[in-house]
């Protein structure tokens, strides 16, 4: 592997205040990323709670209008733009970029305190279709943790980015899968899902010890225990798909880690509605398009909801995004899907309601909101598909985050109004894992029957899911949600604005263009005393591939392989 020092050559820190804070500094474990804190940003969504909510106020609704940039940060060689999401410990901002770049920042200045560059296999790396961007580390026991597309998860010291240790856990020379989402830390392990549903593996999650690196256990999301197996036809679970490729949570009351599951391989089946005994993967396809709850210390299944079973749409639920909160003395978990449905369960996964963020629905005519049964399904023989698919394979939501206010009691979702035209084709079937996407079909980007396409931000009840005010976007944003105690919403839109908005109303307050558009996250934190807003942009990942041809304007025009980080203060 190779270390950059970008300051002055020394693995030192940068500034009083940083060193100040260093001196102070506390361990993250579980306790503190659980307890979310006051001026951190310790996980992907902030807590284990995933409210992508942060209590400060100091930027609030009486003064947004006076935010502006504090400092920039370019990590170089962003292909296919930045899709990061930031994390903050003591002031000190850890975030990565593509191929797996890690960078460590002083809070309140950017300068760099080390950088860490992993040796990759180029050439593995320019095979993958989903390369080679990385959505984030984790930080847990002094440590960052990074995994990489070439199948590796590595460990490095917070302090000065040495490598601690550095795990292989794919073959991915055989299935050119790794790793794109971020870890997650918890209870002395550091859990973490390959990518994808495409490729024709079996989607595993791994446990590696946070301390030695050593792997811990494995869970495979495709037929991973007896009963799972006997959901895939004609041995189809060889090569099955399923990677878990978003961060999951941990509820510690349990000692369980809550984990969402991705599309079956090939990704569209040509069985039409005999898809239980024909196709190319005859039955339910047990673990994927599914939210499994596993045993933290010995990756046992302990429960599950399989949302969509026999998936034929790609609307899989590896959306990470697990919002535990309370209510009336009912403990429930939020969990958005890819096809515009949010699932509301109780701690063991039980089913409690099902409502539709999106407008433009057509897979299913509807989802039991007792039972999780699909109603109306479609299913597709081989040939193309009269009537649009909806929505669009990008999602009515995809692995961007909502947010939870704990204030307000809303959520704060985006959702995706597209559709897409579909040939459905019966490709010969792959028999053993390998090296090859495992599509199944044609599909281009279309608007809705009658309509156009767009995106909207709606405040809504998480149970519920009775909405209080929507705004609307003329493209779809690719960006997370962020809520703050200052009563605040922010949203960073696909052509490059980051826009904030009163948390009760939806009245927009303040906005800034970021000079591309975003498809990454989106933080707070506080540093020297002194409020932060931190957002990644940069633009070219597989759902932003296809603006350009399809809106034009502004997006012909928008930088590629290039990201920033850029982060706000009040002036």
Same mark, same amino acid.
């Given at each position: 592997?190779?270390?950059?020092?970008?300051?002055?050559?020394?693995?030192?820190?940068?500034?009083?205040?940083?060193?100040?804070?260093?001196?102070?500094?506390?361990?993250?474990?579980?306790?503190?990323?659980?307890?979310?804190?006051?001026?951190?940003?310790?996980?992907?969504?902030?807590?284990?709670?995933?409210?992508?909510?942060?209590?400060?106020?100091?930027?609030?609704?009486?003064?947004?209008?006076?935010?502006?940039?504090?400092?920039?940060?370019?990590?170089?060689?962003?292909?296919?733009?930045?899709?990061?999401?930031?994390?903050?410990?003591?002031?000190?901002?850890?975030?990565?970029?593509?191929?797996?770049?890690?960078?460590?920042?002083?809070?309140?200045?950017?300068?760099?305190?080390?950088?860490?560059?992993?040796?990759?296999?180029?050439?593995?790396?320019?095979?993958?279709?989903?390369?080679?961007?990385?959505?984030?580390?984790?930080?847990?026991?002094?440590?960052?943790?990074?995994?990489?597309?070439?199948?590796?998860?590595?460990?490095?010291?917070?302090?000065?980015?040495?490598?601690?240790?550095?795990?292989?856990?794919?073959?991915?020379?055989?299935?050119?899968?790794?790793?794109?989402?971020?870890?997650?830390?918890?209870?002395?392990?550091?859990?973490?899902?390959?990518?994808?549903?495409?490729?024709?593996?079996? *989607?595993? %999650? =791994?446990?590696? /010890?946070?301390?030695? !690196?050593? $792997?811990?256990?494995?869970?495979? +999301?495709?037929?991973?225990?007896?009963?799972?197996?006997?959901?895939?036809?004609?041995?189809?679970?060889?090569?099955?798909?399923?990677?878990?490729?978003?961060?999951?949570?941990?509820?510690?009351?349990?000692?369980?880690?809550?984990?969402?599951?991705?599309?079956?391989?090939?990704?569209?089946?040509?069985?039409?509605?005999?898809?239980?005994?024909?196709?190319?993967?005859?039955?339910?396809?047990?673990?994927?398009?599914?939210?499994?709850?596993?045993?933290?210390?010995?990756?046992?299944?302990?429960?599950?909801?399989?949302?969509?079973?026999?998936?034929?749409?790609?609307?899989?639920?590896?959306?990470?995004?697990?919002?535990?909160?309370?209510?009336?003395?009912?403990?429930?978990?939020?969990?958005?899907?890819?096809? *515009?449905? %949010? =699932?509301?369960? /109780?701690?063991?996964? !039980?089913? $409690?309601?099902?409502?539709?963020? +999106?407008?433009?629905?057509?897979?299913?005519?509807?989802?039991?909101?007792?039972?999780?049964?699909?109603?109306?399904?479609?299913?597709?023989?081989?040939?193309?598909?009269?009537?649009?698919?909806?929505?669009?394979?990008?999602?009515?939501?995809?692995?961007?985050?909502?947010?939870?206010?704990?204030?307000?009691?809303?959520?704060?979702?985006?959702?995706?109004?597209?559709?897409?035209?579909?040939?459905?084709?019966?490709?010969?079937?792959?028999?053993?894992?390998?090296?090859?996407?495992?599509?199944?079909?044609?599909?281009?980007?279309?608007?809705?029957?009658?309509?156009?396409?767009?995106?909207?931000?709606?405040?809504?009840?998480?149970?519920?899911?009775?909405?209080?005010?929507?705004?609307?976007?003329?493209?779809?944003?690719?960006?997370?949600?962020?809520?703050?105690?200052?009563?605040?919403?922010?949203?960073?839109?696909?052509?490059?604005?980051?826009?904030?908005?009163?948390?009760?109303?939806?009245?927009?307050?303040?906005?800034?263009?970021?000079?591309?558009?975003?498809?990454?996250?989106?933080?707070?934190?506080?540093?020297?005393?002194?409020?932060?807003?931190?957002?990644?942009?940069?633009?070219?990942?597989?759902?932003?591939?296809?603006?350009?041809?399809?809106?034009?304007?502004?997006?012909?025009?928008?930088?590629?392989?290039?990201?920033?980080?850029?982060?706000?203060?009040?002036?």
């Amino acid at each position: 592997m190779r270390k950059q020092w970008l300051n002055s050559g020394l693995p030192v820190l940068v500034g009083a205040t940083l060193a100040a804070s260093a001196a102070l500094a506390q361990t993250v474990d579980t306790a503190r990323i659980e307890a979310g804190g006051q001026n951190d940003w310790l996980t992907y969504h902030g807590s284990y709670k995933s409210y992508h909510y942060s209590p400060l106020a100091q930027i609030n609704a009486n003064n947004v209008g006076n935010l502006g940039v504090a400092w920039i940060h370019i990590p170089g060689r962003s292909t296919r733009g930045l899709q990061s999401m930031p994390l903050v410990a003591d002031g000190v901002l850890y975030y990565s970029g593509s191929y797996s770049r890690v960078f460590a920042l002083n809070g309140t200045t950017g300068e760099v305190i080390w950088s860490f560059f992993p040796e990759l296999d180029e050439a593995l790396i320019s095979r993958q279709t989903h390369s080679p961007y990385n959505r984030g580390v984790a930080l847990g026991e002094g440590k960052v943790f990074v995994g990489t597309m070439d199948g590796r998860l590595i460990g490095l010291d917070a302090k000065t980015g040495k490598v601690l240790w550095d795990t292989k856990l794919i073959d991915s020379q055989k299935l050119t899968v790794g790793f794109t989402g971020a870890p997650l830390y918890a209870k002395g392990s550091v859990i973490i899902g390959a990518q994808g549903g495409e490729w024709p593996g079996r *989607g595993p %999650i =791994f446990a590696v /010890d946070a301390a030695t !690196g050593k $792997k811990k256990w494995e869970f495979l +999301t495709v037929a991973g225990t007896d009963e799972a197996m006997k959901t895939w036809g004609s041995d189809s679970w060889r090569t099955g798909g399923g990677g878990g490729w978003m961060p999951g949570t941990y509820d510690s009351e349990t000692s369980t880690i809550l984990w969402g599951t991705a599309n079956p391989a090939p990704l569209y089946d040509w069985s039409g509605a005999d898809y239980k005994t024909q196709g190319a993967r005859p039955g339910d396809n047990l673990y994927t398009s599914s939210v499994i709850g596993l045993d933290i210390d010995t990756g046992k299944l302990k429960f599950y909801h399989q949302e969509l079973p026999h998936d034929a749409w790609d609307f899989d639920s590896a959306v990470g995004e697990f919002v535990m909160l309370e209510r009336d003395g009912q403990k429930y978990v939020v969990h958005p899907n890819k096809s *515009g449905y %949010i =699932f509301v369960y /109780d701690r063991n996964l !039980g089913l $409690k309601n099902v409502w539709r963020i +999106t407008q433009n629905s057509n897979f299913v005519k509807d989802i039991d909101p007792k039972t999780g049964e699909l109603i109306g399904r479609r299913d597709f023989s081989a040939g193309k598909v009269s009537e649009p698919l909806c929505p669009h394979i990008s999602g009515g939501v995809s692995f961007n985050a909502g947010s939870y206010n704990p204030k307000t009691g809303l959520y704060y979702k985006l959702g995706q109004e597209w559709c897409m035209t579909l040939e459905v084709l019966k490709t010969t079937p792959i028999v053993a894992p390998q090296a090859q996407l495992n599509i199944g079909a044609d599909f281009k980007i279309a608007p809705p029957p009658g309509g156009e396409i767009y995106g909207h931000l709606d405040a809504r009840d998480p149970i519920t899911g009775a909405k209080k005010w929507e705004v609307r976007f003329p493209e779809p944003p690719l960006g997370s949600v962020l809520s703050t105690g200052g009563n605040l919403v922010f949203v960073p839109d696909s052509r490059g604005t980051v826009h904030a908005y009163d948390a009760d109303s939806g009245t927009e307050l303040w906005n800034h263009s970021d000079g591309t558009g975003h498809q990454g996250g989106i933080i707070s934190y506080s540093a020297g005393g002194k409020q932060y807003i931190a957002v990644t942009a940069g633009f070219g990942g597989m759902a932003s591939d296809d603006y350009a041809p399809t809106f034009g304007g502004v997006y012909k025009s928008m930088p590629r392989d290039d990201g920033a980080l850029i982060v706000y203060s009040l002036k």
